[in-house]
């Protein structure tokens, strides 16, 4: 039984195609730089919008319809939602997925019935991977649904409930090895706080570091290769997240000393949520070396929460391609779709609408990227802003070869600054749009 009977496979017809069920831009085996369009981009599916999402909101229960989904808790109804998943993916032509544990498998009664659960699901998720080639991105755990979670999960008052959730991480990696997968995700859930006249902060943000070691310890213990990635998001559910952006999450590796063992995974909502653009945050992390992963989406520029719409403007995803392309690729990272279908989009064929979109918007990023790097004003333009630095006393200072003395004693011989030069935002504004 197939769940997308009248969805056969899709597949590229190129930018003159009027088809909604085919790719106009993105071409996998297409060479960009000497690169495949498949490997530059590294689409993953994330389970828990895709195939557990209902479209329910605070002012009413959910709409989609999945008629392969019973509605209930059970492992069966699991089990299947894996198979549909792959007959999805496989037809959409996206190498990775991503999941939660608790997306993937029921809970039971008790921590040991749940890790039962979940192996019985890890079987059919392995069993699908072999058949279709289809790889993990990256696995995490959920640490925010389950009320035992109210007050947060490492971050929690109660060391009874951190102790949970080391257990259920602990799982969850092991699982996540299991299944090959290149990364593993920490979104702090509840982290954070919603006030602070109940909150111990600086214990709080302990307790966090501790636990992130004792993944650490535990994912060399059983030999888990796969990159670690904590992704920043401001507030949502908490007032205040412990991991608020790119620079909050950097100083906080650097301070417990993680900074060696993670990398960012950057959602550009959640970049946007922060007062940020996702350019900032990607190149906050890039420029740490700390740039791992994307969670591809976008905000609502009119709404102020997360509200985990499919990328489709073209100058972002050129933008964020810039990024990734300057830092030389993704490695263990790719971009997963952590977006949902609006719930008014309650159909199933509306989920491949949704990606087919979202990867054709990223394959002319990827292009327009790729063309403006090769056109090279643009990088021409910044490294001759910076001239100065090349040679003569910016040199010097680069190379720490001057003090507060030297450069008064040239200022003095010099008498005046060089003078400064436009900045040229909207010519280059213009040069974007050469290639948009
Ligand atoms: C929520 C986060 C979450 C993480 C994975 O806002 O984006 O979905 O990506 O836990
Ligand atoms: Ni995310
Ligand atoms: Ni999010």
Known sequence: MQAFPNI????????KSKNPLAFKHYNADQKIDGKTMKDHLRFGVAYWHTFRGTGSDPFGPGTAIR?????SNSVENAQRRVRVAFEFMEKLGAPFYCFHDRDVAPEGRSLKETNANLDAVVKVLKREQRRTGIKLLWGTANLFSN?????GASTT???????????QVKKALEVTKELGGQGYVF??????????????????LDHLGKFLHMAVDYKKKIGFKGQFYIEPKPKEPTKHQYDSDAAACLNFLRQYDLLNDFKLNIETNHATLAGHTVQHDLLTAAAAGALGSVDANVGDAMLGWDTDQFPTDIYLTAQIMLVVLDMGGFKTGGLNFDAKVR????EPVDLFHAHIGGMDAFARGLKIAAAIRKDGRLAKFVQKRYASWDTGI?????KGQVDFRALETYMLAKGEAARCVSGRQEMLENLINEFI
Not at 67 to 71: N, Y
Not at 147 to 151: D, S, W
Not at 187 to 204: A, D, H, I, P, V
Not at 343 to 346: A, G, L, V, W, Y
């Open 8 to 15: 056969s496979q899709i597949k590229y017809e190129g930018p």
């Open 67 to 71: 008629p392969w989904d019973d509605g």
């Open 147 to 151: 009320p035992r979670y109210v007050h």
């Open 157 to 167: 008052c109660n060391a009874d409930v951190f102790a949970f959730a080391g257990a």
């Open 187 to 204: 979104w702090g859930g509840r982290e954070g706080y919603s006030t602070l006249l109940n909150t111990n902060m600086k214990r709080e």
């Open 343 to 346: 719930r008014e989009s309650f």
């Open 394 to 398: 910016g040199a010097k200072i680069e």
